[in-house]
T-cell receptor
Framework: KQEVTQIPAALSVPEGENLVLNCSFTDSAIYNLQWFRQDPGKGLTSLLLIQSSQREQTSGRLNASLDKSSGRSTLYIAASQPGDSATYLCAVEEYGNKLVFGAGTILRVKS | NAGVTQTPKFRVLKTGQSMTLLCAQDMNHEYMYWYRQDPGMGLRLIHYSVGEGTTAKGEVPDGYNVSRLKKQNFLLGLESAAPSQTSVYFC????????????FGSGTQLSVL
């Protein structure tokens, strides 16, 4: 059974710091991996999608990498801002369109 | 364009009461999903639908029922609420069954006392 783990569970950093969020999964037979952002009282917003054949994706200050063989993905946030404070979730899509979500990393960026 | 709308946003129930959560999407999507989110756990799929008139069980279906009588609406029912059903419920929809095209509602926070 696929399990997705996100480390750390919570992170507090000063504004301007570069940071890395980690996501690991137990079964490397995945189709896609996606990083989401969740704000309090709101739904999930898609940040970056990495297909199984890709190694990384970039959007602005965000960069996500995928290493299927080791079962790991990282989300790198450059020059963090208070507006980046949110919960970040990763999810893997297995063949057959089954989604497995991690529990998330709660990020707080202090001004 | 409203996207995916969930009602209500908050609800408190007593054990044994029943209620229905409504999910409405205006994107003409075929696929609709109900998830629950609990502290320290990832979202878990309760039930889903691949089109009007269809429903199927997900990972944690016990204690819940669903209906998709109209394409734009997906209803989640709790017949006899239990404290274990205290959670945040999210509805999502997509035109294709892939994570790439998934749109989420803003959630319903349910407490069962």
């Amino acid at each position: 059974k696929q399990e997705v783990t996100q480390i750390p569970a919570a992170l507090s950093v000063p504004e301007g710091e570069n940071l890395v969020l980690n996501c690991s999964f137990t079964d490397s037979a995945i189709y896609n991996l996606q990083w989401f952002r969740q704000d309090p009282g709101k739904g999930l917003t898609s940040l970056l999608l990495i297909q199984s054949s890709q190694r990384e994706q970039t959007s602005g200050r965000l960069n996500a990498s995928l290493d299927k063989s080791s079962g790991r993905s990282t989300l790198y946030i450059a020059a963090s801002q208070p507006g980046d404070s949110a919960t970040y979730l990763c999810a893997v899509e297995e063949y057959g369109n089954k989604l497995v979500f991690g529990a998330g990393t709660i990020l707080r960026v202090k001004s | 364009n409203a996207g995916v709308t969930q009602t209500p946003k908050f609800r408190v129930l007593k054990t044994g009461q029943s209620m229905t959560l409504l999910c409405a999407q205006d994107m003409n999507h075929e696929y609709m999903y109900w998830y629950r989110q609990d502290p320290g756990m990832g979202l878990r799929l309760i039930h889903y639908s691949v089109g009007e008139g269809t429903t199927a069980k997900g990972e944690v279906p016990d204690g819940y029922n669903v209906s998709r009588l109209k394409k734009q609406n997906f209803l989640l029912g709790l017949e006899s609420a239990a404290p274990s059903q205290t959670s945040v419920y999210f509805c999502a929809s997509s035109q294709e069954p892939t994570i790439e095209k998934l749109f989420f509602g803003s959630g319903t926070q349910l407490s069962v006392l």
